[in-house]
Structures are given as structure tokens and as C-alpha cells.
């Protein structure tokens, strides 16, 4: 038996004990400043006003956005849960609303160095975690390095964040080419639905997810939905000065409203929820899977 077939045994024994998964959504795009990392805690925020608990999981390696926004240093991250034995409630950072917040640090650049025991400790802590919230948000790194894609091929629900620069277009592109090359990336799987920021009106969010998607659906192998814009709005930047998520600094303005329209419309989608959730621990499992068929 191979470690990948041990780490699907330990899965299944545990999902056999406990009923709640936790929905994964990653969060991802391709180049940096297009408001990925601003996204994410938004949408966190706005899945609590709905009553749901959120977990965001920071794996953007190198780049300390979600802790900008918070205002919060964490004092440990996922590397001292898996090497030196911290506990969840150790690593947990609690931002606004409650919120949890998790630093990936480097503990996911070092999964591939870690042995049969951390690997399977790894999985057991992920599927504790998964008792502690509805809703785990991976908020990745941007661009196309491999954590960023093994998250991305690994997640049943991914949300791709662009603007409308066309350097944030190409690069959007070429995320999702990229990812279409690769054998361990199934599109009946992996759900893309795309956000547009910082447009002037929807049409505008529209028409360029209309250009996005009419190359795509030419070239490469994978499905896209469109979830919906996010207008350019000044008060993003005072929040970003204030080192608040808009969400709560100007809980009224347009953008804030229009990021609690994409989270309403992500919590009625239940196909995603019902059929395809599998959780973070399963995603991880995946990853570890599909390093091993490298």
C-alpha cells in the first residue's frame, strides 16, 4: 500500500465518524493587486452576517495581506502545528466579526519534505479544523507557482479574481491555461466561477468575462461561471488605509454591497455544497496525491 492510498484510508475512516465538512472555497488570480486577499476577508465577513463561522487559511507564502488587514501579527503558523506540536487554538488569529484567520507561513512549501507520520497528523489536525467552521476560504498566492496550482486543481470551488487591466486578463488566462495543462486537474471537478473588480458598471464586469470566456471555451479544457462584479469604489481604498475590510469600515457602499450579493449567491448555490464539498483535508489529501503522480 502507498502512502497516497494511506492518506485515502485515513479520509474515509474519519469521514465515516464525522458527518460535517467544512465547504472549501480558494480564492485565486492571476497576478497580484487585483484584490484577491481583499475578496476573500470581504466575503468572510459577509458569510458571518449570514450566520455562517469562517475560517480564512492564508496561503499566500512570502506575502502577509490578510494579517495587513486584520491588524494581526499571528505569533505561529501552520508550520508550528505540523513541526512543533502547537494546537489549532494555538495558530488561530481572530479578526473582525470573529473571523478565524490561519498563517500558512511555510508549512505548506515544506509538505513535500514531510514524512508518513506529519503527513497523516497533518490530515487528522485538518479534519479537527473542519468541527470548527462552515466555511474554510484558501486565500493563495497569486500567479501560477505550484502551490498556488496544486491548491487550485484541489479545491471543488474556485473563485478567480480579475480586473479590468489587460495585464490582469492575461495573466487570468494564463493561470487557467496552465492549470488546463495539467493531467491531475479534472474540469468536472474543479467549479471556476469568476469575479470581476474594480469595474465602472456591470456591463462593463460582463463584457470582460464574456472576452475571457469565449478564448477560453476555445482553447483550453475548462468550464467557467460567471459570479459577478465588484465596482470600483473609492471607500476600498480608505478601508485598505485603515486597515479594515471595507466590509466594516463602509458596510454601505457599493463595493461592500456588491460583495454581499456574490456571498448570498455562493450560499444558495448548494450543488457545489451538497455534491462536490469534500473539505479541506480531502484538498490536501489531493495535493499529496498528486505530488506522488509527478
Excluded: H, W
Excluded at 75 to 94: C, H, S, T
Amino acid at each position: 500500500m502507498d502512502q497516497a492510498e494511506k492518506l485515502r484510508n485515513i479520509i474515509k475512516a474519519q469521514n465515516d465518524t464525522q458527518e460535517r465538512q467544512a465547504r472549501v472555497i480558494t480564492v485565486t488570480s492571476g497576478k497580484g493587486g487585483v484584490g484577491k486577499s481583499s475578496v476573500s476577508i470581504n466575503l468572510a465577513l459577509q458569510f458571518r452576517k449570514q450566520g455562517k463561522s469562517v475560517i480564512i487559511f492564508d496561503a499566500d507564502f512570502g506575502l502577509a495581506n490578510i494579517e495587513v488587514m486584520f491588524g494581526a501579527i499571528p505569533k505561529y503558523n501552520l508550520a508550528d502545528m505540523i513541526f512543533r506540536g502547537k494546537e489549532f487554538k494555538d495558530i488561530i488569529v481572530e479578526g473582525p466579526e470573529g473571523i478565524g484567520f490561519i498563517s500558512g507561513g511555510s508549512g505548506i512549501n515544506g509538505l513535500g519534505n514531510m514524512n508518513k507520520d506529519q503527513v497523516q497528523y497533518l490530515v487528522f489536525k485538518l479534519k479537527e479544523l473542519e468541527k470548527l467552521a462552515d466555511i474554510i476560504i484558501i486565500d493563495t498566492g497569486a500567479g501560477i507557482s505550484d502551490s498556488v496550482l496544486e491548491f487550485v486543481v484541489s479545491s471543488s470551488e474556485v473563485l478567480l479574481v480579475t480586473t479590468p487591466e489587460p495585464t490582469s486578463i492575461t495573466d487570468a488566462y494564463a493561470l487557467l491555461k496552465t492549470l488546463s495543462a495539467r493531467s491531475t486537474f479534472d474540469k468536472d471537478y474543479t467549479e471556476i466561477k469568476v469575479i470581476t473588480n474594480r469595474v465602472s458598471s456591470y456591463e462593463e464586469g460582463r463584457n470582460l468575462y464574456n472576452k475571457l470566456e469565449v478564448v477560453v471555451c476555445k482553447f483550453l479544457n475548462i468550464n467557467l461561471k460567471y459570479l459577478g462584479i465588484i465596482p470600483m469604489d473609492a471607500n476600498m481604498s480608505k478601508a485598505v488605509m485603515q486597515q479594515k475590510p471595507i466590509s466594516s469600515a463602509y458596510p454601505n457602499s457599493a463595493a461592500a454591497e456588491a460583495i454581499e450579493k456574490l456571498a448570498v449567491a455562493l450560499l444558495n448555490n448548494t450543488e457545489v455544497e451538497e455534491s462536490k464539498r469534500n473539505g479541506l483535508a480531502k484538498a490536501v489529501m489531493n495535493i499529496f496525491e498528486n505530488r506522488f503522480k509527478k
